[in-house]
């Protein structure tokens, strides 16, 4: 019998299982193991931090299909046939990984220690928690320093700012000359100003040297500063998940695998093995790899899904894998967003009405 093995309950896990047609599914056995019962919204993690309203988590017996057992258990290693979880061993024949993303420290000294960073659902209301207290007990705001102008920092200051108003000071700290250098200046610069509206300090050109008990030691034009700081945020970029690190069965570089086309891992003999999301680096026709991100993870997810059938009988899916942008959107807390959609740009209500529809068709796709 054919025993496919599915990691992680996150975008590219879930969106190959949603893919899967009922032949396949009532044809072959599926397992699912996941460290959490519930697939956490990641795109939604700093609403999360900042306590923000919203569908943060979805059960998985809301999600998943008749036929598909779900095992709860953290994996640790993988190797040739078995996944080693902390539960038990898990033997497979065929096997599709989305194990997700772990925070990227560059060899900053200190992040580990003194840096919170954002990785599941839990961990965030932990740290929402930790907020809470830290703010009642304080009889003045409290500093806040986010360390990365990226997205995943900007909507983590975005949120802050909104659900914490005046209770908190906030500054964001960032390397480049600029935030957000994934969407076109005017609409970066835009969010610029919004968040400087909301009191955000936004300290540009200032590289990171350290992280520190109270603060971050910063260089800005060759000077070193010290930042103090309540809280320090670390949102400085991701890696693939440690256990892909932990398993030589994969060659690997940031805990990311190289996956071709049909999503197989670069020079991996076993067949019947995929990488999907965030732990695999996927290069475009230039030969840059993509970012990851959940729209490349689900679309992943769904390519996989859609060709399995051909995979299960050894043979090679007709078509390779495509990625098709459809458009980024960065809320900036529950009243303002950037987007670009192809050529379009988006602000404003406009945006955050787009954003909210996506994680709609999101949630409503997981449930069918
Ligand atoms: C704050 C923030 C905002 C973001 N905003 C956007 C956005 O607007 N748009 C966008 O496209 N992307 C965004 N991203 C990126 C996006 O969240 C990720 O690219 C996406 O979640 C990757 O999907 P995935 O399926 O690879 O992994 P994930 O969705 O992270 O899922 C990983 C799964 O594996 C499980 N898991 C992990 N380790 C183990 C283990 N050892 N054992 C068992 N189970 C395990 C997890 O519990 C989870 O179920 C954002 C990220 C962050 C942090």
Redesign the pocket.
């Known amino acids: 019998m054919q025993e496919v093995l599915v ?8 969106a190959f299982i949603k893919s899967l047609s009922k032949e396949v599914l009532q044809a072959y056995s599926f397992t699912l ?4 019962y519930q ?2 919204v ?5 609403d999360v931090v900042a306590g923000l309203p919203g569908c943060h988590a979805l059960s998985l017996t809301e999600i998943l299909p008749q036929g598909v057992r779900f095992i709860q ?4 290693e993988i190797k040739e046939g078995v996944v080693l ?1 902390q539960q038990q061993e898990h033997p497979y024949t065929h096997l599709v990984v ?4 772990a925070s990227e420290s560059f060899g900053v000294a200190g992040v580990k220690e003194h840096a919170h960073t ?1 990785s ?1 659902y839990k961990q965030c209301q932990d740290l929402h928690q930790q907020l809470q207290k830290a703010l009642q007990a304080s009889p003045k705001p409290l500093e806040i320093v986010v360390c990365g102008a990226g ?2 920092g900007i ?2 200051v975005g949120a802050l700012a909104d659900a914490f108003k005046d209770k908190v000071r906030i500054t964001c700290v960032e390397a480049m000359s600029g935030i957000l250098p994934m969407f076109v200046p005017k609409l970066a610069q835009k969010a610029h100003k919004y968040l400087q509206s909301l009191g955000v300090r936004l300290q540009v050109g200032a590289k990171i040297l350290e992280c520190l008990e109270n603060g971050v030691l910063v260089e800005i034009n060759g000077q070193k500063e010290q930042i103090g700081a309540d809280f320090v945020f670390w ?1 400085c970029g ?1 890696r693939g ?3 892909i690190e932990n398993s030589p069965f994969f060659k690997s570089a940031r805990s990311r695998v190289e996956v071709n086309g049909f999503l197989e891992p670069v020079g991996l003999e076993k067949r019947g093995v995929f990488v ?5 680096l996927l290069k475009d026709a230039q030969n840059r790899p993509y970012p ?7 679309q992943m ?1 769904a390519y996989l899904g859609a060709h399995f059938k051909s995979v299960l009988v050894n043979k090679p899916p007709k078509n390779s894998f495509i990625y098709k942008p459809k458009g ?4 900036l807390g529950t009243h303002y967003a950037i987007g670009q959609i192809g050529g379009l740009c988006v602000t404003g209500k406009p945006a955050l009405w787009l ?1 909210k529809t996506i994680e709609w068709w999101h949630r409503r796709a997981l449930k069918l």
Do not use: M, N, R, W
């Not at 990691?7 to 879930?14: E, I, V």
């Not at 258990?73 to 640790?76: C, K, P, R, Y």
């Not at 999907?276 to 695999?280: E, V």
């Not at 980024?328 to 809320?331: A, E, F, G």
């Open positions: 990691l992680g309950a996150g975008y590219a896990s879930l193991v996941s460290q959490s697939h956490s990641q795109v939604l993690l700093h258990d953290e994996v640790l979880g989305g194990l997700g993303f954002l599941h997205f995943s909507e983590l949102t991701v998940s440690p256990v999907l999301g965030d732990c695999a990851p991100t959940a729209q490349l993870a689900s997810g980024t959107i960065c809320s954003k």
